[in-house]
């Protein structure tokens, strides 16, 4: 009636202190030094979809520590990807606010200002 779950029967996942669980198959070593940009997008008032939005760029290089967790790093700063956001990046499709980025992955922010 009921299936036993033996150990090779559930996901496979890696544990960071900072950044909750990344699956195992989620392999991002292809970005590590690559130049990237994390947009943070935040809309002006949450509950109205027709209100404005405010982006701002942190443009890096990106960083794969041994957890397989995306940082994005600079000379004065280190920004950890959201592990949520890590399905979202993309190719650099030549926007100009992407500058000369390689890859580039949307962050949704709330309560920081922009």
């Known amino acids: 009636m009921f299936q036993r779950i033996t150990k090779r029967h559930r996901p496979q996942w890696k544990t960071s202190d900072t950044t909750g669980l990344v699956p195992e198959s989620m392999n991002l070593k292809y970005l590590e030094g690559k130049k990237f940009c994390v947009v943070f997008v935040k809309q002006t008032d949450e509950n109205d979809p027709d209100s404005?939005?405010?982006?701002?760029?942190l443009h890096g290089r990106a960083n794969i520590d041994r957890h397989g967790k995306l940082n994005v790093e600079g000379p004065e700063f280190s920004f950890p990807v959201p592990a949520t956001a890590s399905k979202q990046i993309m190719p650099s499709d030549g926007t100009p606010m992407l500058k000369d980025a390689e890859f580039f992955v949307m962050c949704k922010v709330s309560g920081m200002d922009l």
């Open 52 to 57: 404005q939005i405010s982006m701002k760029c």
